[in-house]
C-alpha cells in the first residue's frame, strides 16, 4: 500500500470509530458491537504502525499513551471560570429573579435556562480549527492545572469536533464542562479498591478529582470519568444569541450535555423544576446537589456583567443538605463475598434527603482510627452516592466517657477462621474455606478454567447447591450424587450426568492447578506455578514456615504471610483432609532440574507458534525461572511473536519492548 492510499484509509477509519464513540459514550445509541469496534481500531493500529508518520494527535489510538509527568503546567484562562452564588430557599431565587428584573428595567417576564447542577469537578478544553489542544481544571478561576493527557483520555470528550451544516466549527472554542462519575461507577470503583487493599473515595466527586489529577495518564484511563458540557469561554468565529443556543451547538459538535436542561419562561417555571429534579434526585444515575439557573439571553447576561467572584445572571438553587447527626449504637463486622471484612456503625435511624439510615460504612480498621469513631459517639452522617453512607465527621465534644473504642476481631464473626491483615493492605480478610459467607464465590472459583475445571458448576447450579445445603466448603462437591443434582432446578439427566463426569475428572489434577483452585490470597497461576516447582506435594508447603518461602525468588512478604495463615487454619486443613478422603489425587509435581536462565524475565506470547502450543511455550519459559504475562506492559522483557501477532505486537513496539521471533525464543531456551 502506498503512502496516499493509506493516508486515506486511516482518516476513514479514524472518521467511523470518532462517529462510533460518539454513538456509544455520548449518545448510549450504539450501532456495533464491540467486536466490530475491535477490528476498525486494529486496523487503525496496523495501518499506523506500518506509517508513524500519519498518527496525529487527534487519532483514536492516541488517548492514552503519553508518558507520567513530575507535576502539572498552570493554565490561565482567558475568561475567568466564576464560581456562583448559592440560594437555599424559594424567596432568594424570587428576589434573584427581582433583581434582574430592577437592573435591567424589564417587567416582563425573564427566560432561564435550568440545568441539574452535577456535583463533579469543573475542567475548561481549547479547542483551534476543531481539534482539542488543551485542556485544563477550573482551580481558583484564574488559573488551572494542565492536565489535557489526562482528559484526552475521557471518551465522551472529542479529540475532534464534528463538523455540522448549522454550526461550522469555530476558530477557536472553550468548552466548559462537569468531569464526573456515575453513581454505579462510583461504586464498582471502590470496590475494586477494597478487594485490592487500597483506601476506598468518600464520594464520586472526590473520585472524579482524584482520578483526573493522576500525573500518569495510565491511571486516569482506567477510570470511568464522563463529562457533561455547560457553557463556552471564548469564543471566535461562532455567534450565538441564547445561551439554549450554546447548548445546542456543543450537542451537534459532539459533546454530551444534559438531556435535563430545560428552558424556563419566568421564575415561578424555574421553581416547578427544581421541585420535580428534587424528587428525581435519588434516582438519577450520578450525583447532583442542585439547579443551576442561568438567563437565556446573551445580550441580557452582557447587561448584567459579573462581580468580582461570580456572574449577576447566574445562581445555583442548593438541594437540602444529605448530611444529618445522630448516634452509633454498636460497631459490628460483616464478611464480604471475599473473605473481606468490614467495621460497619449501626445507628439510631435518621433522615437524611428524604431516606432513613441506620447505617454507615466505615470501610477499614484504618478509617476507624482516623476518625476514631466509638460506640456511643454522636456523629455527623452523609449520603453521597453509596447505597451504605458515611461518617463525615465525629462530634468529639458531645463525648461523655461512656464511649467504647473499637477493636478489630482476630477471628472471622461468621465461621471462627482466622482473620489476617497482608502486609501493605488496609483490609483483614477471613482465610476460611468453610466461611459460609464467601462460599458460593470460593466454589466458582475453585470450579474455574485455570482451577480445576469443573464445566457445568457456574453460578446459578452452585447458588441452589449452597442454599439447599448441599455444599458447605468445596469438599462436599466430591461427595455429590448424580440424585443429588437432579434435585436442583433446571438440571436435567443430560446435564447432571455431564456434572458428574466433570467432577470426576478434576479428582485428578495437578498442584499448580489446586493451589490456584483454593483461592489463597495473592496466589495466582503464575505464583501456584512457583510454588509446586519448590514444593511437589501440598503437604510440603503446610509444613514450610514464613521465613522458607519468603527465600524464594518471586514469593515476598504478602503472599508468604497469605500462605502459612491459609495452611495453619484447622478448617483448612480439614477441608484439604475431605478432599483426599474424596478421591483427589495431585500428580507430584518433578522439581525443575533446568538452569534458571530466564530467572527476572517477563514473556507475552501473540500469534500461533510453529514448534510448540502456547502452554508448552508457558512451561518451558516457567521451568526456566521466567514468568508468562497476559498483556504487554513496560515491565514486559520479550514479545514473542509468532504467525498472526496480534495488537501486543503493535503495543510492544510502541513501548520499545524487545520483540523475539520463534527461532529466537527457541535459542533462547537452549543456551
Not at 89 to 96: V, Y
Not at 151 to 164: E, G, N, S, Y
Not at 188 to 210: D, H, I, V, Y
Not at 592 to 613: E, I, N, P
Request: proline residues 5%.
Amino acid at each position: 500500500m502506498d503512502r496516499r492510499e493509506a493516508q486515506r484509509q486511516i482518516e476513514e477509519l479514524r472518521q467511523q470509530l470518532h462517529y462510533h464513540n460518539h454513538r456509544y459514550y455520548v449518545l448510549d445509541e450504539p450501532e456495533i458491537d464491540d467486536a466490530e469496534y475491535d477490528q476498525l481500531m486494529r486496523r487503525l493500529q496496523e495501518l499506523e504502525t506500518v506509517f508513524p508518520e500519519l498518527i496525529t494527535p487527534e487519532s483514536p489510538t492516541q488517548r492514552v499513551g503519553a508518558a507520567p509527568v513530575d507535576a502539572f503546567g498552570t493554565v490561565l484562562h482567558a475568561i475567568p471560570m466564576l464560581s456562583l452564588d448559592n440560594a437555599f430557599a424559594p424567596s432568594e431565587i424570587r428576589e434573584f429573579d427581582a433583581r434582574i428584573k430592577r437592573q435591567l428595567g424589564l417587567s416582563e417576564a425573564i427566560e432561564y435556562v435550568a440545568e441539574p447542577k452535577i456535583d463533579g469537578l469543573a475542567v475548561e478544553l481549547l479547542y483551534e480549527d476543531g481539534l482539542l489542544i488543551q485542556g485544563s481544571t477550573r482551580g481558583d478561576g484564574v488559573r488551572g492545572e494542565d492536565v489535557t493527557q489526562n482528559l484526552r483520555t475521557v471518551k465522551t470528550i472529542p479529540l475532534r469536533l464534528h463538523a455540522h451544516a448549522e454550526d461550522p466549527i469555530p476558530r477557536r472554542l472553550e468548552v466548559r464542562g462537569e468531569v464526573y462519575m456515575t453513581t454505579r461507577d462510583f461504586q464498582q470503583l471502590n470496590a475494586r479498591r477494597t478487594e485490592e487493599g487500597k483506601s476506598t473515595f468518600a464520594n464520586p466527586r472526590n473520585a472524579s478529582a482524584g482520578s483526573l489529577r493522576q500525573l500518569d495518564p495510565r491511571i486516569t484511563a482506567g477510570r470511568p470519568l464522563t463529562l457533561f458540557c455547560y457553557g463556552v469561554g471564548r469564543l471566535e468565529g461562532a455567534t450565538f444569541r441564547t445561551h439554549w443556543e450554546v447548548l445546542q451547538a456543543l450537542r451537534r459538535w459532539g459533546f454530551k450535555v444534559n438531556s435535563l436542561c430545560q428552558r424556563c419562561t419566568g421564575i415561578e417555571e424555574v421553581l416547578a423544576y427544581y421541585a420535580r429534579l428534587r424528587e428525581q434526585r435519588e434516582d438519577l444515575p450520578y450525583e447532583i446537589d442542585g439547579v443551576v439557573i442561568k438567563v437565556n439571553a446573551l445580550e441580557l447576561q452582557a447587561s448584567l456583567g459579573s462581580r468580582s467572584r461570580s456572574p449577576r445572571w447566574a445562581i445555583a438553587y442548593k438541594f437540602e443538605p444529605r448530611t444529618a447527626v445522630t448516634r452509633v449504637k454498636e460497631i459490628s463486622v460483616q464478611v464480604g463475598r471475599t473473605g473481606a471484612l468490614t467495621p460497619v456503625a449501626l445507628l439510631d435511624p435518621v433522615r437524611v434527603a428524604g431516606v432513613e439510615v441506620s447505617r454507615a460504612s466505615l470501610h477499614n480498621p484504618d478509617e476507624v482510627a482516623r476518625k476514631d469513631v466509638r460506640t456511643g459517639d454522636w456523629v455527623v452522617i452523609q449520603r453521597a452516592g453509596d447505597v451504605i453512607p458515611d461518617i463525615v465527621e465525629v462530634l468529639k465534644e458531645r463525648r461523655t466517657g461512656d464511649e467504647k473504642p473499637f477493636q478489630m476481631p482476630d477471628h472471622c464473626p461468621v465461621c471462627g477462621s482466622a482473620v489476617v491483615r497482608l502486609e501493605d493492605e488496609v483490609v483483614p480478610r477471613c482465610v476460611g474455606l468453610v466461611c459460609p459467607a464467601k462460599l458460593k464465590e470460593s466454589l466458582v472459583h475453585f470450579a474455574s478454567k485455570s482451577g480445576m475445571d469443573i464445566e457445568g458448576l457456574g453460578d446459578k447450579t452452585v447458588d441452589q447447591l449452597v442454599e439447599r445445603g448441599l455444599v458447605r466448603d468445596v469438599g462436599d462437591l466430591y461427595r455429590l450424587t448424580k440424585d443429588d443434582l437432579l434435585k436442583l432446578d433446571r438440571l436435567a439427566e443430560k446435564s447432571a450426568s455431564n456434572l458428574m463426569a466433570a467432577i470426576e475428572r478434576s479428582r485428578q489434577t495437578t498442584l499448580p492447578r489446586l493451589l490456584y483452585a483454593l483461592g489463597i490470597r495473592h496466589v495466582g497461576e503464575h505464583v501456584a506455578q512457583v510454588l509446586a516447582r519448590h514444593y511437589p506435594q501440598w503437604q510440603d508447603l503446610q509444613r514450610t514456615s514464613f521465613e522458607e518461602l519468603q527465600a524464594i525468588y518471586e514469593i515476598g512478604p504478602r503472599i508468604a504471610q497469605s500462605l502459612v495463615a491459609f495452611f495453619q487454619d484447622p478448617g483448612n486443613q480439614a477441608v484439604l483432609e475431605k478432599l483426599q478422603r474424596g478421591g483427589m489425587q495431585v500428580a507430584v509435581a518433578p522439581r525443575s532440574t533446568s538452569a534458571q536462565t530466564l530467572r527476572g524475565k517477563t514473556f507475552v506470547f501473540t500469534g500461533g507458534l510453529q514448534s510448540y502450543t502456547r502452554e508448552e511455550a508457558k512451561r518451558l519459559v516457567e521451568a526456566r525461572g521466567g514468568r508468562v504475562a497476559a498483556s504487554v506492559s513496560r515491565n514486559t522483557t520479550y514479545v514473542v511473536a509468532g504467525a498472526d501477532a496480534g495488537s501486543k505486537l503493535d503495543h510492544a513496539r510502541k513501548l520499545g519492548v524487545s520483540v523475539l521471533s520463534e527461532e529466537e525464543l527457541q535459542s533462547l531456551l537452549s543456551s
